[in-house]
């Protein structure tokens, strides 16, 4: 089983910038970190969670967010990274690291493994 875990969410002014990380431990069958897509996706109080970015052999973003936010991934650390600059009160949302098997993917049942979460709020 696959483990996800979040880190890096916070309080922060709209303007500012946030760093969140995914850590993925566990087993994962036959393939490697490297060989999963992972994605970020977002969850606002009252509505439906979305695709924010995703990383496999490219990257992919949301509208919304793109020219704003980065992502990137250490496949030596089995870790992923969401670079949030430029933030705005509307990007206020549970943040939540997915793992998937195909890339350029933006719904959530196409991600297999998902992490708990971390809170990400920004104040105008």
């Known amino acids: 089983q696959v483990q996800l875990v979040e880190s890096g969410g916070g309080l922060v002014q709209a303007g500012g910038s946030l760093r969140l990380s995914c850590a993925a431990s566990g087993r994962t069958s036959i393939r490697t970190f490297s060989s999963y897509v992972m994605g970020w996706f977002r969850q606002a109080p009252g509505k439906e969670r979305q695709f924010v970015a995703s990383?496999?052999?490219?990257?992919d973003y949301a509208d919304s967010v793109k020219g704003r936010f980065t992502i990137s991934r250490d496949n030596a650390k089995n870790t992923v990274y969401l670079q949030m600059n430029s933030l705005k009160p509307e990007d206020t949302a549970v943040y939540y690291c997915a793992m998937g098997l195909l890339g350029g993917r933006r719904a959530p049942g196409e991600y297999k493994y998902w992490g708990q979460g971390t809170q990400v709020t920004v104040s105008s």
């Open positions: 990383i496999s052999g490219s990257t």
